[in-house]
């Protein structure tokens, strides 16, 4: 069986139970390298391959889990965070289904909710927004036009974008047209749940300068919105003046 993991954002201890487990059963792990703690590694047993997938192409990694597979051997394609996201993961399923071998994807922790976790706060406020956005700016993979950053700041949503923290310029022009405004709080963070992790909070108008700084060009989430900094209503789940299935709303 090949199990695509999860590895969370950095820190060994917030992947899943299972994908731990998965890990320590492996006879093969192919882990992307460039972003997942080698700490993961220290809990493989020692007769397990182990093979770093940023020096290799799609085809060379697909051909290894391949071979293991045909052995009845247990594969794990180790992926940082959330395999789901921005994992470049359907390619890999995509051929394995070609080949008729069987696998399973097991969600981990992904970096965006780390990094609201890291801020201390909450992506969904009442009266401020009930959605998230998960997006990127164009770089070298293009992103559809109506999916460009000033259409969806004007949903005044709740944001997170990934990969795009080397394009300060662009993507803080594109935040100010689609929000109407430059006070849009902005909260940025650096290699997450790392032991070098950073903070950086501003709005529009100074968070380039800012991340420009602090030297910061890859490996950072960039958070935008009112639930990082403002007032919102309180739940209505915990209002005593509010009835649910569990609890009378008080007098």
């Known amino acids: 069986m090949i199990s695509f993991v999860g590895a969370g954002p950095g ?3 917030l992947i899943t139970v299972k994908g ?22 220290k809990c493989c047993k020692d ?17 290894k889990m391949e071979k293991a597979a045909r052995k009845e051997l ?5 992926h940082t965070g959330d395999p789901t996201i921005y994992g470049a993961i359907r390619e890999q399923m995509d051929l394995l289904d070609e080949k008729g071998i069987d696998y399973e994807v097991i969600p981990g922790v992904s970096s965006f ?14 009266n401020v927004s009930q959605t998230i956005i998960l997006t990127r700016i164009e770089g070298k993979t293009k992103v ?18 990934f ?4 394009y300060m310029d662009r993507l803080v022009e594109k935040l100010k047209k689609g929000y109407g405004r430059e006070d849009v709080p902005v909260a940025v963070v650096y290699k997450v749940t790392w032991e070098d992790e950073k903070i950086i909070i501003g709005t529009l108008k100074d968070i380039k300068e800012k991340v420009e700084r602090a030297g910061i060009t890859k490996t950072a989430l ?29 007098k």
């Not at 007769?47 to 051909?63: F, G, H, R």
């Not at 909710?113 to 009442?126: G, N, Q, V, W």
């Not at 209503?233 to 709303?249: G, I």
């Open 222 to 250: 960039i958070l935008v919105g009112d639930f990082i900094k403002g007032e919102y209503e309180r739940s209505k789940l915990y209002d005593p003046s509010f009835s649910h299935e569990y609890r009378e709303a008080s």
């Open 113 to 126: 909710t780390a990094a609201c976790s890291a801020i201390k706060r909450e992506f969904t406020l009442p």
């Open 47 to 63: 007769s397990c391959e182990i093979y770093n997938s940023a020096s290799m192409t799609l085809e060379e990694i697909v051909d």
């Open 163 to 166: 990969l795009s923290v080397r």
């Open 20 to 41: 731990r487990k998965l890990l320590q059963e492996a006879d093969m792990v192919i882990y992307t390298g460039s972003l997942v703690s080698k700490d993961h590694l």
């Open 74 to 78: 247990k594969v794990v394609r180790l």
């Open 11 to 13: 820190n060994t201890d």
């Open 144 to 161: 559809p036009e109506e999916e460009s950053l000033e259409l969806l700041a004007k949903h005044k949503a709740s944001m997170a974008l």
